[in-house]
């Protein structure tokens, strides 16, 4: 086995030179004649009521043919304009031959609207419809795609747009949304089922972590870690940012790959509103826009305080609003390279459209550090970071009653945190001391005030775990088949902390209840829906339990979801 994968990974490594260089020069890339069918351009849809089909539909996004589950026929699915205070009622027919469902990302309502099979409903049978309604009370950048299977990964997805009831406090001309996406020829059956046979599939820089904390159980961690040639085996696995690459991956933004570009017009002085929205499978994208500064005025939909930037890390199921002001008469790149370098998604700001700007190069990888694994500062080596600021940020005036949850360490849980920091005001890896104002949770404070919030009545802690060597992923340790749903009490005000014991970023989302990060400002908690937990590290958030059901709760990576997923019920 051991000799099978290895050469593998060498195969691998070929493959993935010569599929990132064709990437980087748009060899293969050049699909903007559709042989196999014009797919239909994204478009717009609003009003109160909205039909969507969900049909298997032959697209040619790579170059090469493939299918798509698509959403009128659309590669983005339409996007739904709805304005606050309406009722919405979406007809949602499926066309497919398998079960299906859409979930709307980041909105209030009912659980039985919220579209999550085996949860929320039963989902959507092969030739049925499904009618939603409920009351949109939240304005701002928000998103759906389906909950069923890997069908996320093959295109059901697009934006939602929520008009607010009062004028919005920023002022702008021009409205786009920028949504990102992985797309695959192949079938996301296919990827899975190699994760899980050789994990380190798409990733050929992933090498010895398993091996090396091996070594700490059986030594300790302090003479795994002397042992400086356990480090130097360590650095060979140091890069370890992503499971799934641009080897498979073509990275889309607006459903346009980066030879065809997706294309948004500016004229001199105009103030230019992008509403980023990642609705990629599993890719974080790290964005830009060389020359400009993105001003930040909305995070997951909730209007911020604004902050300037020069880049920002957004994770999967996130979304950002920024304002930007081109002033010059030029192209300008909107540059969203994923965390792992291998690829990237391009987009092309200007007054005309027949003007391209020049793409910027990818940055080099970063490896992970100390820090990244949960180890202490000093021994991370990170002397430019002052963590300390991070951890006290989240310092509590008093403390709160935990309760205690069942835990399992085994097989299962091959890597631990053993000294897991608030890490806010950490860009994260690849983003560190290069140069550019990068975006941190740290600087997220809302608009509206928190400072009225109820103190919380208790805590969780939540530890996401794995085993990257056998591709197992869950919650304290205990995968989602086997674990028994969270309680949360109905009006209770819950703060809930993760620890990250993987090497990995999880991306979380609680459906159905706002969770309030903690990043410092007791009175301008940010209101978000996905909260990025990075490697080796810990955060904490609350939650105002005010809305009774069953919801789902997970990571938003669509290959560790299925185990790294919870119930809540809220009784
Ligand atoms: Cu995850």
Redesign the pocket.
């Given at each position: 086995m051991k000799h099978n994968k290895h050469s593998l990974s060498r195969r691998t490594f070929v493959k993935g030179v010569v599929a990132s260089g064709a990437m980087l020069y748009g060899i293969n890339l050049n699909a903007s004649t559709d042989t196999v069918k014009k797919r239909k351009k994204t478009e717009e849809l609003s009003g109160t009521v909205f039909h969507l089909t969900i049909d298997k539909t032959l697209v040619n996004v790579t170059g090469e043919p493939s299918y798509a589950t698509a959403v009128n026929a659309m590669l983005q699915g339409p996007t739904l304009k709805w304005r606050e205070g309406d009722t919405v009622t979406l007809h949602v027919t499926n066309n497919l031959q398998e079960s299906s469902s859409i979930h709307w990302h980041g909105i209030i309502l009912p659980y039985q609207m919220d579209g999550v099979p085996g949860i929320s409903y039963e989902g959507i049978a092969p030739g049925e419809t499904f009618t939603y309604t409920f009351t949109v009370n939240q304005s701002g950048t928000f998103w759906y795609h389906s909950h069923s299977a890997f069908q996320e990964q093959t295109g059901v997805y697009g934006a939602i747009v929520i008009e607010p009831k009062e004028k919005d406090p920023y002022e702008y001309d021009r409205d786009y949304v920028v949504l990102l996406s992985d797309y695959s020829d192949e079938k996301p059956a296919t990827i899975y089922r190699k994760l899980k046979l050789f994990p380190d599939y798409y990733n050929f820089n992933r090498r010895t972590v398993g091996d090396f904390f091996s070594e700490v159980k059986t030594k300790g961690f302090l003479e795994a870690f002397k042992a400086r040639q356990m480090w130097n085996k360590m650095r060979m696995s140091d890069r370890d940012l992503s499971d799934v690459t641009a080897y498979t991956y073509t990275f889309l933004m607006n459903g346009q790959n980066p030879a065809t570009r997706f294309r948004a017009l500016f004229q001199n002085g105009d103030k230019v509103r992008l509403r980023f929205i990642n609705a990629a499978a599993m890719t974080f994208f790290d964005v830009r826009i060389p020359g400009l500064k993105m001003k930040v005025v909305a995070a997951d939909g909730n209007n911020i305080q604004p902050v300037d930037v020069d880049e920002f890390r957004i994770g999967v199921a996130e979304t950002y609003d920024v304002i930007v002001e081109p002033e010059d008469d030029k192209a300008y790149a909107i540059f969203a390279q994923s965390i792992a370098r291998k690829g990237y998604a391009l987009g092309n700001l200007s007054t005309d459209a027949d003007i391209l700007a020049e793409v910027p190069q990818m940055d080099p990888p970063q490896a992970l550090t100390m820090l990244d694994m949960g180890m202490r500062k000093d021994m991370a080596q990170m002397k430019s970071m002052d963590m300390s600021k991070g951890d006290s940020m989240s310092s509590l005036k008093k403390p709160i009653p935990l309760t205690k949850l069942p835990i399992r360490w085994g097989v299962g849980t091959t890597m631990r945190a053993m000294n897991p920091q608030y890490r806010l005001d950490d860009p994260g890896v690849g983003l560190r001391n290069n140069g550019r104002k990068v975006l941190t949770y740290a600087d997220l404070r809302s608009l509206r005030s928190t400072k009225e919030d109820r103190y919380p009545d208790r805590e969780i802690v939540l530890h996401?775990t794995g085993n990257m060597e056998r591709y197992m992923?869950s919650i304290n340790g205990i995968p989602y088949h086997e674990a028994a749903p969270l309680e949360f009490h109905y009006g209770e005000r819950l703060r809930i902390t993760y620890i990250n014991d993987t090497m990995?970023n999880?991306?979380m989302h609680l459906h159905g209840l706002w969770s309030d990060l903690e990043t410092g400002d007791e009175n301008h908690l940010v209101r978000k829906h996905t909260i990025i937990s990075q490697p080796g590290s810990k955060i904490s958030f609350r939650v105002t339990v005010d809305a009774k059901g069953a919801w789902a709760y997970h990571?938003h990576?669509l290959y560790?979801m299925t185990d790294?997923f919870r119930k809540v019920v809220v009784a």
């Open positions: 996401l992923w990995m999880h991306p990571c990576l560790h790294m």
